[in-house]
């Protein structure tokens, strides 16, 4: 039996968020009237400064921004990795492979789009000793043979080796992808005590269930997809089985109940679905005494945050008014 996370690494996590942005610090961030300002602001927070202190205002890009808030919510979680063994083998483990494979998807879709001249891939250097994805060649890559030679030592190879070079489909792959992913997660869960595991998968098909939802109702709606193949894209994996409501018999969002009536287009409904997640792992970060649950809470906070940043920082760069930044704001 796995080891639960340690009663300290729980102090350390909270003690982690304790130092999150704000509500005036957002508002201050949303009034900035240039990315390098954004950048100026960060600096102040915590979290934040030390990475931001290494780069020069003046030569900061939306992307290279991105790219590095990106990267300081893997060092951040690396800094808690540190406390416990088990922290690191399940929740650490996890974001790493899920980092692996949003830059494989990310190389696929500059690849499909002819624009892989584009891509870069920015990663911690204790990644080249966590992860068998040679991320040197992945940057040099240019075809879809490059990335299989980039990626032959790990278990992504068998995946991608499945599909056609010359005519692969981006949303099977990344079904495929995560529903590894998510096996893997399966996997640690199902080894703690019978509690744990049982909440923790609880959160885990709670999660799995609104990433479903978005990905149906975004090929149904939005892009008229057929049954067939939305139920090629749901994520299936291990006892979890979608079955919470039956959505492919849906065609529009007045049958769905469980939506909010303003959400009509993919970017709201993207927006509900962090909305959902972000209620949640909030209270549960707050209230949780089991420390699995409260670091994958941890996650899905960052992962939001860095979201808000990211369309802040794309609504200073576009000029876009105040109001309208802050209304994309999850808080």
Known sequence: MIKSVSTA????????????????????????????????????????????????????????????????????????????????????????????????????????SHTVDSFECSFPSFFKYRSKIKFDDLNKAETYENLLDAIKKTDYYTILNKYNSNNFDINLIETSLYNYIFKLLLNSVSKFNHKISKDMKKILYNYIDISNIVRIVRSKIFYNAEDSYIDNIIFKFGDYKFSKYDILNKSNFSNFDFINDNVKSIKDLEKFSKILRFKWSKKNIRYSNIAEIVGFSYIILKEVEISNLINIIEGVRYGLPKEFIQAAIIR
Do not use: G, M
């Open 9 to 112: 690494v729980i102090v350390k996590i909270r003690s982690r968020y304790a130092k999150r942005l704000t509500n005036d610090e957002f508002d201050s961030l949303s009034s900035c009237r240039s990315v390098s300002d954004v950048a100026s602001q960060l600096k102040k927070n915590p979290i934040y400064s030390e990475i931001l202190s290494r780069t020069d205002n003046k030569e900061i890009r939306r992307e290279f921004l991105e790219s590095i808030l990106n990267y300081s919510f893997l060092e951040d979680l690396s800094i808690i990795a540190k406390y416990d063994l088990s922290f690191e083998k399940n929740i650490f483990k996890y974001v790493i492979t899920r980092f692996e494979v949003q830059q494989i998807c990310k190389f696929l879709l500059f690849l499909k």
